[in-house]
């Protein structure tokens, strides 16, 4: 068994600037890569924060979206644990 990521990139964004984010995951799709956008991994109902914790443990990279809106509250949480699994991991 390996222990590869599942996905290639995680897009944390402001849920405000979804449209854009998305736009760039369509992109990012067509040039081949797996990409965690959370609106289509998170299973209505479902604890997304458990869902992302998970995620961000499974990707080979992160986008990071800063809009004009700046971080939203739950991705300012899920910088911290993409900051903390780079720092364990070793990843610069």
């Known amino acids: 068994?390996?222990?590869?990521?599942?996905?290639d990139v995680f897009l944390a964004h402001n849920s405000?600037?979804?449209?854009?984010?998305?736009a760039i995951a369509t992109k990012l799709k067509r040039r081949g890569?797996?990409?965690?956008?959370?609106?289509?991994?998170?299973a209505p109902g479902?604890?997304?924060?458990?869902?992302?914790?998970?995620?961000?443990?499974?990707?080979?990279?992160?986008?990071i979206f800063i809009g004009t809106e700046g971080l939203g509250k739950w991705q300012i949480l899920e910088l911290r644990s993409l900051?903390?699994?780079?720092?364990?991991?070793?990843?610069p």
């Open 16 to 22: 405000q600037n979804k449209p854009q984010v998305k």
């Open 1 to 7: 068994m390996t222990n590869q990521p599942d996905f």
């Open 83 to 91: 900051i903390s699994r780079l720092v364990e991991a070793d990843i």
């Open 46 to 63: 479902r604890a997304f924060q458990d869902v992302i914790q998970q995620a961000i443990s499974n990707v080979k990279s992160a986008a």
């Open 33 to 42: 890569l797996k990409v965690w956008l959370d609106e289509e991994q998170i």
